[in-house]
């Protein structure tokens, strides 16, 4: 049996937890230092208060130290690695191999920043002791199955999410450009500015595009595909992504892992424990997007560029049929648009950049608000925040329950009710008979059904199964809620039997070294700027004056094309 595992971020302990009640299998946070997204650090105390809420339900938490450390940092990095270890964290995900060495316990994974793209490349990670390692995006179906036959590590890979044009770990284009290491947790995202992009001999092919911007990833659709090569953790994207984002997103997926499990019982499970009850209907065209991608899972090249919308552009509504002093008219994409009050909407400006404002007032076609300049009649218009949506988040909140059967046996003079959680824990209470018998045991016997048969806590209490040998016991309704709590708190005082973490093991000799070179390339990506706006010579076109330049400002990039390994590179001219 093959264990699922839906990985989600979060930015905060209270993101995490809403996570938790989504559906996710594990949660992945930063603590307060070295984390590769230094706006998304937390007190090791409150990662503390995430482990205790997310081990009711085996969920597993990860520990981001995957920022490369400084010599004089290793001691404060080895203070953070034990606090979280004693906070209940269940593995560190690192980039650093000096971290490997701050805990003997802690389960450790090789982070998409080492840049694990091949088998050799895995094989050797797998040999310092990592547990699991996180591939490349930027990878086929056919490539993953090939590092999972060359390794006994886990293998987790995203889904879900922002992409990074470059190999992970290999940019050093936001450092070249603004001094903000992307290797130390502060990228600065240039590959979302826009750009013109320029030949040898100074022609312009391309003015004010963001020509280095892709589209989110989206695999929804490629769970059992990916399953099916040997990928056991789903990753979801956005450690700087809002409650909301998370929450819908989680969803979506877990319906999705839950229909695969459903499909091949006798070959997968979850991870964690609990079902997911009630709450919204998730959307994934009503989140954060710049449009989706599958990228090159398949082994071929398609339209992976949102050069139009480097920041979330979200669904296309129509386009503007009449501008008002005080709004404007739509023209709806789709007869039953319905728009309301506080919607948010994007249009793409003169310059190529993206212009949002919001709906005060939304009645029918017509919305009411500040003109925003630049807005011009027969204008595309998109809907990035749809107010309705994100009020169903936040009042329809989906609640986790970890299941319990119930047993419930009369004999001996005595009433036994067993409790088993579906994780396998047990818990007994036992009553005495005493001279109170029911004067309609039927109605009695019912009672207890009835009132057994409820939440407790996180724990969903199932009817139980009855044997009676003996004289019903009168309880009042108070007692047979007070047995059914302490079978809660008999549970609680039990850990959860949660599946283990694949530990990694360390090689007993080996030659393998983790290095960080650039060689002059400040990024090296499958992507091809050249490919994507219709320039290859493979294509059948005109070879255009080369080497060509990416030209913002004063900056000025140079751009290789090695069509041998079908890849690109950046370097500073």
């Given at each position: 049996?093959?264990?699922?595992?839906?990985?989600?971020?979060?930015?905060?302990?209270?993101?995490?937890?809403?996570?938790?009640?989504?559906?996710?299998?594990?949660?992945?946070?930063?603590?307060?230092?070295?984390?590769?997204?230094?706006?998304?650090?937390?007190?090791?105390?409150d990662i503390r208060q995430l482990c205790t809420y997310a081990h009711r339900f085996g969920v597993?938490?990860?520990?981001?130290?995957?920022?490369?450390?400084?010599?004089?940092?290793?001691?404060?990095?080895?203070?953070?690695?034990?606090?979280?270890?004693?906070?209940?964290?269940?593995?560190?995900?690192?980039?650093?191999?000096?971290?490997?060495?701050?805990?003997?316990?802690?389960?450790?994974?090789?982070?998409?920043?080492?840049?694990?793209?091949?088998?050799?490349?895995?094989?050797?990670?797998?040999?310092?002791?990592?547990?699991?390692?996180?591939?490349?995006?930027?990878?086929?179906?056919?490539?993953?199955?090939?590092?999972?036959?060359?390794?006994?590590?886990?293998?987790?890979?995203?889904?879900?999410?922002?992409?990074?044009?470059?190999?992970?770990?290999?940019?050093?284009?936001?450092?070249?450009?603004?001094?903000?290491?992307?290797?130390?947790?502060?990228?600065?995202?240039?590959?979302?500015?826009?750009?013109?992009?320029?030949?040898?001999?100074?022609?312009?092919?391309?003015?004010?595009?963001?020509?280095?911007?892709?589209?989110?990833?989206?695999?929804?659709?490629?769970?059992?595909?990916?399953?099916?090569?040997?990928?056991?953790?789903?990753?979801?994207?956005?450690?700087?992504?809002?409650?909301?984002?998370?929450?819908?997103?989680?969803?979506?997926?877990?319906?999705?892992?839950?229909?695969?499990?459903?499909?091949?019982?006798?070959?997968?499970?979850?991870?964690?424990?609990?079902?997911?009850?009630?709450?919204?209907?998730?959307?994934?065209?009503?989140?954060?997007?710049?449009?989706?991608?599958?990228?090159?899972?398949?082994?071929?090249?398609?339209?992976?560029?949102?050069?139009?919308?480097?920041?979330?552009?979200?669904?296309?509504?129509?386009?503007?049929?009449?501008?008002?002093?005080?709004?404007?008219?739509?023209?709806?994409?789709?007869?039953?648009?319905?728009?309301?009050?506080?919607?948010?909407?994007?249009?793409?400006?003169?310059?190529?950049?993206?212009?949002?404002?919001?709906?005060?007032?939304?009645?029918?076609?017509?919305?009411?608000?500040?003109?925003?300049?630049?807005?011009?009649?027969?204008?595309?218009?998109?809907?990035?925040?749809?107010?309705?949506?994100?009020?169903?988040?936040?009042?329809?909140?989906?609640?986790?329950?970890?299941?319990?059967?119930?047993?419930?046996?009369?004999?001996?003079?005595?009433?036994?009710?067993?409790?088993?959680?579906?994780?396998?824990?047990?818990?007994?209470?036992?009553?005495?008979?005493?001279?109170?018998?029911?004067?309609?045991?039927?109605?009695?016997?019912?009672?207890?059904?009835?009132?057994?048969?409820?939440?407790?806590?996180?724990?969903?209490?199932?009817?139980?199964?009855?044997?009676?040998?003996?004289?019903?016991?009168?309880?009042?309704?108070?007692?047979?809620?007070?047995?059914?709590?302490?079978?809660?708190?008999?549970?609680?005082?039990?850990?959860?039997?949660?599946?283990?973490?694949?530990?990694?093991?360390?090689?007993?000799?080996?030659?393998?070294?983790?290095?960080?070179?650039?060689?002059?390339?400040l990024m090296r990506s499958k992507y091809c700027v050249r490919h994507e706006l219709g320039l290859?010579?493979?294509?059948?076109?005109?070879?255009?004056?080369?080497?060509?330049?990416?030209?913002?400002?004063?900056?000025?990039?140079?751009?290789?094309?090695?069509?041998?390994?079908?890849?690109?590179?950046?370097?500073?001219?």
């Amino acid at each position: 049996m093959i264990a699922l595992e839906l990985l989600a971020p979060a930015r905060t302990a209270q993101i995490g937890i809403a996570a938790i009640d989504c559906g996710a299998d594990a949660v992945y946070i930063a603590g307060p230092a070295f984390g590769a997204r230094q706006a998304a650090g937390n007190s090791v105390e409150d990662i503390r208060q995430l482990c205790t809420y997310a081990h009711r339900f085996g969920v597993r938490i990860y520990a981001t130290v995957n920022t490369l450390l400084q010599p004089e940092e290793v001691p404060e990095a080895r203070s953070l690695v034990k606090q979280l270890e004693e906070a209940g964290v269940d593995a560190l995900i690192v980039q650093d191999p000096l971290v490997l060495e701050m805990s003997d316990s802690l389960v450790m994974h090789a982070s998409t920043q080492c840049a694990i793209r091949t088998p050799e490349k895995a094989r050797g990670l797998e040999s310092l002791g990592f547990g699991r390692l996180v591939l490349e995006r930027e990878m086929s179906l056919e490539q993953i199955r090939a590092i999972v036959q060359s390794v006994d590590t886990e293998i987790e890979f995203f889904v879900h999410g922002a992409l990074c044009v470059c190999y992970s770990g290999q940019c050093y284009l936001s450092e070249y450009l603004t001094g903000r290491s992307a290797n130390r947790g502060a990228c600065a995202q240039p590959c979302r500015n826009l750009y013109d992009l320029q030949d040898a001999s100074g022609k312009v092919l391309v003015r004010n595009k963001a020509l280095l911007s892709l589209k989110d990833y989206q695999l929804i659709h490629r769970l059992e595909d990916l399953a099916e090569a040997g990928v056991s953790s789903f990753k979801i994207e956005g450690r700087l992504k809002n409650e909301s984002y998370v929450r819908n997103v989680v969803k979506a997926y877990s319906e999705a892992l839950d229909a695969l499990v459903e499909k091949y019982p006798e070959r997968y499970r979850r991870s964690s424990f609990g079902t997911v009850r009630g709450g919204f209907t998730p959307n994934l065209q009503k989140t954060f997007n710049r449009g989706y991608t599958e990228l090159f899972l398949d082994g071929k090249r398609g339209p992976w560029a949102a050069m139009d919308a480097p920041k979330s552009m979200g669904e296309w509504i129509g386009s503007v049929a009449q501008l008002r002093p005080d709004g404007l008219v739509l023209n709806p994409a789709v007869p039953d648009l319905v728009l309301s009050n506080g919607d948010g909407f994007a249009f793409v400006n003169k310059d190529g950049g993206i212009t949002g404002f919001r709906g005060d007032v939304c009645e029918g076609r017509t919305i009411f608000c500040r003109k925003p300049e630049g807005l011009r009649e027969g204008q595309k218009l998109y809907r990035n925040i749809s107010a309705a949506f994100e009020k169903q988040l936040e009042a329809a909140k989906p609640v986790r329950e970890v299941a319990v059967s119930l047993s419930l046996s009369i004999a001996d003079g005595a009433m036994t009710v067993e409790a088993l959680s579906e994780d396998g824990r047990k818990a007994v209470e036992r009553y005495p008979l005493g001279a109170d018998v029911a004067r309609d045991p039927d109605r009695m016997l019912q009672t207890f059904r009835e009132q057994l048969a409820k939440r407790s806590g996180h724990y969903a209490f199932r009817q139980p199964e009855m044997s009676v040998n003996g004289p019903v016991p009168f309880l009042p309704v108070s007692a047979i809620n007070g047995l059914r709590r302490s079978l809660a708190d008999q549970l609680d005082a039990q850990p959860l039997h949660a599946l283990p973490l694949y530990r990694g093991r360390r090689a007993q000799d080996t030659s393998f070294q983790l290095t960080y070179t650039s060689n002059g390339e400040l990024m090296r990506s499958k992507y091809c700027v050249r490919h994507e706006l219709g320039l290859c010579p493979k294509q059948g076109k005109e070879k255009k004056a080369e080497p060509l330049f990416l030209i913002n400002g004063k900056e000025r990039l140079r751009l290789d094309f090695h069509c041998a390994v079908c890849e690109m590179t950046v370097r500073h001219s």
